[in-house]
């Protein structure tokens, strides 16, 4: 290539490049400032040029502890002096979102790079820490059962109710003591609240047995427990039973085999 050429080339290059910077776009958004709960967030937009241009751009919105939502690019045919507009929805302010703040943008990703953003927050109630604390969760019968509780916030209104295995239910006081007369499984639910925070819903499984049996933690329910026992040992003596027969069926076969073989070798030396 000659040096007219390279010229002309470095001409047109920097032509196309002048055409393209000098094109204009623009970017328009609209957000609220903040959102509460079950109000919908989203925003709109608009997108313009003073030249016809095939643009390449993404809409988004980030927050840091709700859900994600993908996004995706789109290509949008702009006419010179066109003002293209549209409106992006992201989700509804449910109860479990934490406060937060979050950005929400529109990006050109071609011809040209081009970004504009916004912040907003979302003004809903913060949770605490809440749990309920027991010793164990399987008691004997007539035994004193201390309840209390953690909590991330001092002094939160507490009401618990306490419903027995033949299905009543009482209120109960947190922190307290119970002595259970009735055998069975028996659940707690707790509320705990506290101004300016979210309610907080806590569910409880205890257990209480006669005196003398076995107690195991963790089960949620002492009858289901030891019919699951009483199966695993069934199992186990079937497995056993069956192990046996196979092994019989295999002596008696070694047996009748090793019985032969002399009455063979007779054969072959009277033959």
């Not at 990006?107 to 081009?114: D, F, N, R, T």
């Not at 019919?227 to 069926?249: H, R, T």
Request: hydrophobic share 40%; proline share 4%; net charge negative.
């Amino acid at each position: 290539m000659n040096k007219m050429n390279k010229i002309m080339l470095l001409v047109i290059i920097s032509l196309l490049l002048c055409n393209l910077t000098s094109a204009s776009l623009n970017i328009g958004m609209n957000i609220k400032d903040s959102f509460d709960l079950n109000e919908k967030i989203s925003f709109s937009y608009t997108v313009s040029s003073d030249e016809n241009l095939v643009v390449r751009y993404v809409k988004q919105i980030i927050c840091p502890d709700a859900p994600p939502i993908s996004a995706e690019s789109e290509e949008l045919n702009l006419s010179r002096g066109e003002n293209y507009s549209g409106i992006y929805d992201y989700l509804t302010i449910y109860d479990s979102i934490e406060p937060q703040t979050c950005t929400a943008y529109v990006e050109i990703l071609s011809p040209v790079q081009q970004k504009v953003e916004k912040t907003f927050t979302i003004d809903t109630l913060p949770s605490f820490s809440f749990d309920l604390e027991m010793e164990k969760s399987i008691f004997i019968l007539g035994e004193t059962i201390d309840l209390n509780y953690t909590s991330e916030v001092e002094n939160p209104l507490i009401t618990a109710t306490l419903t027995s295995p033949s299905g009543k239910s009482k209120d109960i006081e947190i922190p307290s003591t119970l002595e259970l007369e009735e055998i069975g499984t028996y659940g707690i639910d707790v509320q705990a609240s506290k101004e300016g925070y979210k309610t907080i819903q806590v569910s409880r499984q205890i257990g209480v047995i006669e005196g003398g049996a076995e107690i195991v933690e963790g089960a949620p329910s002492v009858a289901k427990e030891r019919a699951e026992e009483d199966s695993s040992n069934i199992l186990l003596w079937i497995l056993g039973i069956i192990v046996l027969v196979v092994l019989v069926i295999i002596l008696v076969i070694i047996f009748l085999k090793r019985r032969r073989e002399p009455g063979i070798e007779e054969m072959k030396v009277q033959n």
